[in-house]
C-alpha cells in the first residue's frame, strides 16, 4: 500500500512525522516547492497546481492520498474526489471543533489568507454556532520562515505579536493552527499566550483518520518498516535538510520532477 502525501512545502512533514509513529508503509510525499508559499497567491493558478499534483501520486499508484495543506483541502479536494471517486483523499481542515468542544473562552484561529477567505472555514465556524467566539487571523509569514529555516525566536515572536491584537491575548483560551506550517513554531505561540492556552492542530485526527481508512482496505500496517521518498518540484537543498530535522529520518529518497 503506498500513501501519498501532499503539501506545498514543508509543512505536510508534521502530518507525516504524526503518521511515521503509527503506522507503518510506503509513503510518497510529494512538495511543490516549485510554486510555494500557495496560500498568498491566486486562487486559479494554485489549483492547478494542486491537480498536478495529485495527478502524479495517482500515477504513482497511491491508493490513499493525504492533502496535508490547508490551503489546499479548502481550494480543491471536493474537484479531486469527484476526478478520482476510487481514490480515498483525505483533506485537512483547521480543528476548530476541537477547540469549540472544549471551549472557555475566545478561540483564535491562525491560517494562511485563502483559507480564511475560502467558504469552507466559514461554513464550519457556522455550523458550530460559534461566531461570536472566534477570531480569524492571516499567518502567512509563518508559511516563509518555516520554508526557509531562516530565523530566530525574536522574529517569530515579533510577527506573532504584529498580527494579534495584545488587547484581547488574554481572551483566548484555544489557539487553532489552521496551517500544517504552523505546528513547528507550537512552542513560540505558548510563549506568547502563556502555559494556560490550548494550542491545537489537527495532525492527530488527520492520521486517525487515515488508520480508519485502511482498516477499511483491510490494510495491515503494522508488518514492515516505513519507507520515506519525498518528491520535490524543484532542487533545494535546504528543503531536504529540514525534511530529515523535521521526521527525524536519515534514510530517505529524494526524487525531483518539474511541475
Known sequence: MKIGFFDSGVGGLTVLKEALSKINCEYIYLADNANAPYGIKKKED?????????????????????????????????????????????????????????????ILVCATSITISEEKLKKLIETLNINDKVDLVAADKLVTFAESNNFTKNDIENYLKSIIDNKRIKEYSHVVLGCTHFPLFKENFKDLFGENIKVIDGNVGIVNNLINKLRLKGVNFNNKNSTVEIVISKKDDIFVNNAIRILGKEDIKITIINN
Open 46 to 106: 494554485v489549483k492547478k497546481y494542486i491537480e498536478k499534483c495529485i495527478d502524479y501520486l495517482v500515477k504513482r499508484d497511491c491508493k490513499i492520498i493525504v492533502i496535508a495543506c490547508n490551503t489546499a483541502t479548502s481550494l480543491s479536494i471536493v474537484d479531486m474526489r469527484k476526478k478520482y471517486p476510487n481514490i480515498f483523499i483525505i483533506g485537512t481542515e483547521p480543528a476548530v471543533k476541537v477547540a469549540a468542544d472544549d471551549i472557555h473562552n475566545r
